[in-house]
């Protein structure tokens, strides 16, 4: 393939390293830039880039240099959520993501945008999303940060729009770029030839993307079809230890809170209850100082 462009979101670029990773999390990440950087020179495309490029809008200034001399070039991007300080696009200036943009590294637009033939529309998180007219001759693209998903709502009372439900709402797009969802997955209208492409995150920063496979996207703008290219990985950098602790540290603090309602004698007081309590199990003195501390 001759890719137009390639696609990418979610990179959220961090000094810290997340809590399931047992690695040199910032080493790996630097690794995967260097990767994006040598492909956007292999094809020498534009890339399209659907948004929390930092993990935090005022990272440190150390990530933010490092950010301006390690990205890849003709990078375009819009605001995603983390990338804004109060998740306020108006206060883009404030943020590392406004640095980026004032030193030349990437573009962040407020109206759409040619690229070549193909005419982008960016909307940051928090911008209204709008249709437009179908053009037989220009490519459009609609590069959004915005929640959507395939399959099963993510979470009980989910109000953000399945994917197939976006596109019915974005007529006119040839190509949809979402972010925001770390999951990875395309879906193509039969109908209209419309596509939508959210590229998931280009990092593994939580203990389910434990079997998760990094990837980027080949566009091509003639075909509107789309080729993944897989990151490459470490395996076995990703722990459950840290949520199995938690687990076991909850299940016993339930089976406390269990044992100590089944001794309790529920006509005696509450004070009364906790002293033939302690009188009767073998109970740590400074746990025993909390207790009645707290109770006044």
């Known amino acids: ?3 137009t462009a390639i696609i990418t979101g979610d990179i959220h670029l961090r000094e810290d390293t997340p809590e399931c990773r047992i690695d040199d999390f910032f080493s790996e990440q630097a690794k995967k830039i260097e990767w994006l950087y040598d492909l956007q020179e292999k094809y020498n495309c534009p890339i399209l880039d659907a948004g929390d490029l930092f993990s935090k809008s005022k990272p440190s200034h150390y990530l ?3 950010a301006i001399r390690n990205l890849p070039n003709n990078f375009h991007t ?3 959520n983390h990338d804004l300080p109060n998740h306020n696009v108006s206060l883009l200036n404030k ?10 590294i990437t573009t962040v637009k407020n109206k759409p945008f040619f690229l070549y033939k ?6 940051a998180w928090g911008d209204e999303l709008y249709p437009v007219q179908h053009n037989k001759k220009t490519r459009q693209i609609a590069l959004c940060h915005v929640m959507t998903y395939m399959g099963e709502s993510p979470w009980p009372n989910c109000r953000d729009p399945h994917a197939k439900l976006l596109m019915r709402k974005m ?21 209209s030839g419309q596509l939508l492409v959210n590229p ?10 434990i079997d998760f496979k990094p990837r980027v996207y080949l566009w091509d703008s003639n075909k509107n079809k789309v080729e993944p290219v897989y990151v490459p990985i470490k395996k076995n950098v990703i722990t459950r230890e840290h949520v199995d602790k938690k687990k076991n540290k909850d299940e016993r603090i339930n089976a406390f809170v269990e044992k100590l309602t089944d001794d309790l004698d529920i006509s005696s007081s509450f004070i009364k209850n906790m002293e033939e309590y302690f009188a009767t199990h073998e109970t ?3 746990v025993q100082e909390i207790v009645w501390k707290a109770l006044g």
Request: charged share 15%; net charge positive.
């Open 200 to 209: 998931g995150s280009l990092m593994r920063s939580s203990v389910d993307q």
């Open 64 to 66: 933010t240099q490092w």
């Open 95 to 104: 943020s590392a993501l406004g640095v980026l943009v004032a030193a030349g």
């Open 1 to 3: 393939m001759n890719p």
């Open 118 to 123: 193909t005419k982008v529309y960016p909307f």
């Open 78 to 80: 819009v605001p995603g």
């Open 171 to 191: 007529k006119g797009y040839d190509l949809i770029i979402t972010g925001h969802n770390h999951k990875a997955f395309v879906i193509e209208s039969h109908t």
């Open 284 to 286: 740590k003195p400074l």
